[in-house]
């Protein structure tokens, strides 16, 4: 799917250009032209991209692969590649997955290219275009940096939903640690990771974008992708302090465990050592020997267990004045 949005030198407004005078809106040097491309065809590939734009073909094989890709930026004669990550939480299975947004920044256009059939991450700015004309006029250059502000601020309700469960997870791993709580806190763990590989490069292309000296980018507009940096840098530090966090939730998980199997070990090691002298006992007086003098006397049977009951008593009370339950 295409849609084409147009702001002309006159001040003229069209949203869903037809694509047959896309060539005449490009030929505006002065008008702005933003290109949606999501979940396109072969074909709409080979018309626009390549045909249309020349764009290199190794970015066109970056747009139309589905594998990982790192966050980048391109430079290129009359145009900029940025490739930048979205982030999908799937409510589903609870779990969090990223996904590639392109941008193909020229002079007077902005390409973008959503190959995924997630929901578009772009259709939020679209519909701010029709209130806010700020993102058309100034050109570009701040209609991309307003997108990606956009990609970025939707990182930040995953990453508060992370925080809320890991409120959670912290009182049941005091409370009552077991396994499912252990699974938790691993996916979370792994989930984190996820997000930091995209961050730590997109931040570093955002650096670019607000330092370097690109022809597409206005020296008042870099200072917004400085913005953009900076709440990256944020989202860093909150993304390490999560991950010292869980680090010390799964240290208190393992130790908590280990207490628990020792308190059990204890128990069943007090129980074993009690009943290790009376085994004895019970073993001596159940050998078959036919002179054993206490045993035909009327008292044997209630003194044997008269030893039982002292023998019990005064090792569970020399284990209580230990400390040891």
């Known amino acids: 799917m295409i849609r084409i949005f147009y702001y002309s030198s006159s001040g003229d407004i069209q949203f869903d250009l037809d694509p047959e005078k896309l060539t005449s809106a490009l030929e505006d040097k002065k008008g702005m032209v933003w290109i949606r491309m999501e979940q396109s065809s072969e074909e709409e590939v080979q018309n626009f991209l390549q045909d249309r734009f020349h764009f290199h073909p190794l970015v066109i094989e970056d747009c139309l692969s589905v594998g990982y890709q790192t966050p980048k930026i391109d430079e290129f004669d009359n145009y900029i590649f940025i490739l930048a990550h979205i982030i999908l939480s799937n409510h589903s299975e609870d779990d969090v997955v990223t996904k590639e947004l392109d941008f193909f920044l020229g002079d007077n256009y902005l390409v973008t290219f959503f190959h995924d059939e997630s929901p578009s991450p772009v259709e939020p700015v679209w519909e701010r275009l029709k209130r806010d004309e700020r993102l058309y006029t100034h050109g570009p250059d701040f209609l991309c940096h307003t997108i990606i502000d956009q990609v970025v601020d939707d990182y930040m309700p995953v990453l508060d939903a992370i925080e809320e469960d890991m409120d959670i997870l912290e009182n049941r791993v005091m409370e009552k640690p077991d396994p499912a709580t252990l699974r938790e806190l691993t996916r979370i763990k792994h989930t984190l990771l996820t997000i930091r590989r995209i961050i730590l490069p997109q931040r570093e292309v955002m ?12 020296s008042h507009v870099q200072i917004y992708f400085r913005d953009i940096y900076d709440h990256l840098v944020r989202i860093q530090d909150m993304i390490e302090s999560l991950r010292d966090i869980i680090a010390s939730d799964l240290d208190i998980y393992l130790n908590s465990t280990s207490l628990r199997l020792n308190e059990i070990m204890k128990a069943l090691t007090i129980v074993s050592t009690i009943f290790l002298p009376l085994s004895f006992i019970a073993g001596v007086y159940g050998m078959n020997f036919h002179f054993m003098p206490e045993i035909a006397k009327p008292w044997g049977y209630p003194m044997a267990w008269f030893f039982f009951i ?5 090792m569970l009370y020399f284990f209580k004045r230990r400390g040891w339950f």
């Open 310 to 314: 002292l023998v019990a008593g005064g």
């Open 207 to 218: 650096n670019r974008l607000s330092r370097d000296n690109f022809p597409q980018i206005q």
